[in-house]
């Protein structure tokens, strides 16, 4: 079984991207742009925004926490 520390320490990584995720995409930014700046697959990036829109959910933690499940 994994470690809390490190299963919260992954789970802080993954909402700080999908903070910078949403923020260039407010920016107006492509996924392509936004895969490339941030060095994420295109296809994560597009499950974070299909997240975003599916759900009306702009909340990193909660986005996250779709994507675990």
Same mark, same amino acid.
């Given at each position: ?29 492509? $996924?392509?742009?936004?895969?490339? #700046?941030?060095?994420?697959? +295109? #296809? ?8 975003? +829109? ?8 909660? $986005? ?6």
């Amino acid at each position: 079984m994994e470690h809390p520390s490190i299963a919260d320490e992954t789970l802080r990584e993954k909402i700080k991207g999908i903070e910078q995720i949403l923020a260039l995409y407010k920016e107006g930014k492509t $996924i392509i742009e936004i895969a490339g #700046s941030l060095d994420f697959a +295109q #296809s994560y990036v597009q499950d974070v925004l299909l997240c975003v +829109q599916a759900s009306a959910e702009e909340d990193p933690a909660a $986005i996250a926490m779709l994507l675990e499940g």
